[in-house]
Nanobody
Framework: QVQLVESGGGSVQAGGSLRLSCAASGFTYGTYSMAWFRQAPEKEREGVAARDSTGDTYYADSVKDRFTIFRDNAKNTLYLQMNSLKPEDTGMFYC?????????????????????WGQGTQVTVSS
């Protein structure tokens, strides 16, 4: 049974940093493509960062040069390092995974490309 558990969310002032973690279990971790999504209040869920099993990463324009997605295969954990946080980064952050070894670039930040989801962790950035 695939399970994704996010942690690391919290409240921070603008300009601050947070590191989110996603502990994965129930599948061969290194072979899955994974991503982080964000859902702000009253807005649709949007892809933030993705990393497939080839090591290729992809970011939404709004977070480029501020966020970094990386994984530790030995710990079965996906991370999202978030720096220079802005109030518009506020939202529930979700970890997602899919058995696909590779996801086409156009689909990497689309929620339909991922089969498994965590319960989310809240990030609040104040101005």
């Amino acid at each position: 049974q695939v399970q994704l558990v996010e942690s690391g969310g919290g409240s921070v002032q603008a300009g601050g940093s947070l590191r989110l973690s996603c502990a994965a279990s129930g599948f061969t971790y290194g072979t899955y493509s994974m991503a982080w999504f964000r859902q702000a209040p009253e807005k649709e869920r949007e892809g933030v960062a993705a990393r497939d099993s080839t090591g290729d990463t992809y970011y939404a324009d709004s977070v480029k040069d501020r966020f970094t997605i990386f994984r530790d295969n030995a710990k079965n954990t996906l991370y999202l390092q978030m720096n220079s946080l802005k109030p518009e980064d506020t939202g529930m952050f979700y970890c997602a995974a899919d058995p696909a070894y590779y996801i086409a670039r156009v689909d990497r930040l689309r929620d339909y490309a991922y089969k498994y989801w965590g319960q989310g962790t809240q990030v609040t950035v104040s101005s």
